[in-house]
């Protein structure tokens, strides 16, 4: 494990659905991010990634005019059935979760506006944020440069911040755990990818336990947030919780909690 064990801002940068998967099933992901449930077939989505760090050029990710509908053969490795499936051609990310309706049919609007939006949460977490662990799993061997590359671009933008780095990769010629850096493991499995890593939890995400991520919710002194039919409001969200009221007025509800509530829901 790195040096750094105890992080403000953990972030998924995808390769497949399973990181930010094992972040959630652990309660250690507080609000969706724009790469939790992108996969990738190589290591093209983190170079570029890098690229839009440097030239702060984020909104050439999933434009329009750069997403394709997958080929037959690229459809095979996809196991969502309920949604329509498009690659960026520019970053190499696949966008597999994000569409039910096609481009040609309204469905890239609200998906422009959300991407948009967890674009803005990220880069406004990072700025806010002194210790960040980034988070990469794929069903196949990387080439760790690729991590280097964006490693370095972080460092050189972002001075004084600590970038730490967890390359967790499946179906792998060894079982090792490798020490790149002092900010960057790499954890190489033979085993193949398999359910449990997205419905469940896998040994092999056991290290995730380990890391301790700063509740942004429980920083507030108070925390509102919209609710069916109503609000909750969170006072000294830092502290034991010490009261829990649940009111219902004129078809309005009001849901209130002085202390910690474990039940505030991920933002959108």
Same mark, same amino acid.
């Given at each position: 494990?790195?040096?750094?064990?105890?992080?403000?801002?953990?972030?998924?940068?995808?390769?497949?659905?399973?990181?930010?998967?094992?972040?959630?099933?652990?309660?250690?992901?507080?609000?969706?991010?724009?790469?939790?449930?992108?996969?990738?077939?190589?290591?093209?989505?983190?170079?570029? $990634?890098?690229?839009? /760090?440097?030239? =702060?050029?984020?909104?050439? +990710? %999933?434009?329009?005019?750069? &997403? !394709?509908?997958?080929? #037959?053969?690229?459809?095979?490795?996809?196991?969502?059935?309920?949604?329509?499936?498009?690659?960026?051609?520019?970053?190499?990310?696949?966008?597999?979760?994000?569409?039910?309706?096609?481009?040609?049919?309204?469905?890239?609007?609200?998906?422009?506006?959300?991407?948009?939006?967890?674009?803005?949460?990220?880069?406004?977490?990072?700025?806010?944020?002194?210790?960040?662990?980034?988070? $990469?799993?794929?069903? /196949?061997?990387? =080439?760790?440069?690729?991590? +280097? %590359?964006?490693?370095?671009? &972080? !460092?050189?933008?972002? #001075?004084?911040?600590?970038?730490?780095?967890?390359?967790?990769?499946?179906?792998?010629?060894?079982?090792?755990?490798?020490?790149?850096?002092?900010?960057?493991?790499?954890?190489?499995?033979?085993?193949?990818?398999?359910?449990?890593?997205?419905?469940?939890?896998?040994?092999?995400?056991?290290?995730?336990?380990?890391?301790?991520?700063?509740?942004?919710?429980?920083?507030?002194?108070?925390?509102?947030?919209?609710?069916?039919?109503?609000?909750?409001?969170? +006072?000294?969200?830092?502290?034991?919780?010490?009261?829990?009221?649940?009111?219902?007025?004129?078809?309005?509800?009001?849901?209130?909690?002085?202390?910690?509530?474990?039940?505030?829901?991920?933002?959108?």
């Amino acid at each position: 494990m790195h040096t750094k064990t105890k992080y403000d801002l953990v972030c998924s940068l995808g390769g497949n659905c399973s990181a930010a998967h094992n972040l959630r099933y652990r309660r250690k992901r507080f609000y969706s991010l724009p790469f939790d449930w992108c996969y990738m077939v190589d290591e093209k989505p983190v170079y570029t $990634l890098a690229e839009c /760090f440097r030239n =702060d050029s984020f909104d050439l +990710l %999933a434009q329009k005019n750069n &997403l !394709q509908k997958l080929s #037959p053969e690229e459809e095979k490795n996809v196991r969502h059935h309920d949604t329509i499936h498009y690659k960026d051609v520019w970053s190499g990310y696949y966008f597999v979760n994000h569409f039910y309706q096609t481009i040609e049919n309204g469905g890239y609007p609200e998906f422009q506006q959300k991407f948009g939006k967890r674009i803005k949460r990220l880069l406004n977490e990072i700025d806010n944020s002194q210790n960040i662990l980034f988070l $990469l799993g794929t069903s /196949f061997e990387f =080439d760790k440069n690729a991590v +280097l %590359a964006l490693q370095k671009t &972080l !460092q050189e933008k972002y #001075p004084g911040k600590n970038f730490s780095f967890e390359l967790i990769e499946f179906d792998c010629k060894t079982d090792e755990t490798i020490t790149e850096n002092p900010d960057f493991t790499i954890r190489k499995h033979r085993r193949k990818i398999n359910d449990y890593d997205f419905l469940g939890t896998n040994f092999e995400w056991a290290f995730l336990d380990d890391i301790q991520v700063r509740n942004p919710n429980e920083r507030r002194l108070l925390h509102v947030q919209k609710i069916k039919k109503g609000l909750k409001i969170v +006072l000294f969200g830092q502290m034991p919780a010490l009261l829990r009221l649940k009111l219902f007025f004129l078809g309005l509800r009001l849901d209130f909690c002085l202390g910690k509530d474990k039940r505030i829901k991920f933002s959108e």
